[in-house]
Nanobody, 121 residues
Framework: VQLQASGGGSVQAGGSLRLSCAAS????????VAWFRRAPGKDREFVAV????????HYEDSVKGRFTISRDNAKRQVYLQMNSLKPEDTAVYYC???????????????WGQGTLVTVSS
């Protein structure tokens, strides 16, 4: 599966953005899809993941209640709705996919390019 992230941009603190991850290739609905981010000078960190059927999600603690991950398998898209954005959410955001297996996945074999989110105070 190939992934392409989009939707990044610049927003003021408290604002919202929706990221999209478009997938190509077969059997997209057999893949769990996650969002990761890498802030300037920091390691990449997990943000959220959604199971292949969309019935289970998992979030990093700092984004719980502010971010929502969802998917539309018919459109082969995964979304990350980000509300109440904070300057510390500034990062390059990546989507990643992993095929059927353990939940939540511990590794992801497929990665898209990043999209930059900048949150100003």
């Amino acid at each position: 599966v190939q992934l392409q992230a989009s939707g990044g941009g610049s927003v003021q603190a408290g604002g919202s953005l929706r990221l999209s991850c478009a997938a190509s290739g077969h059997a997209f609905n057999n893949y769990s899809v996650a969002w990761f981010r890498r802030a300037p000078g920091k390691d990449r960190e997990f943000v959220a993941v959604i199971r292949w059927g969309g019935n289970m999600t998992h979030y990093e603690d700092s984004v719980k209640g502010r971010f929502t991950i969802s998917r539309d398998n018919a459109k082969r898209q995964v979304y990350l709705q980000m509300n109440s954005l904070k300057p510390e959410d500034t990062a390059v955001y990546y989507c990643a996919a992993q095929g059927l297996g353990a939940w939540p996945p511990k590794t992801f074999g497929y990665w898209g390019q990043g999209t930059l989110v900048t949150v100003s105070s």
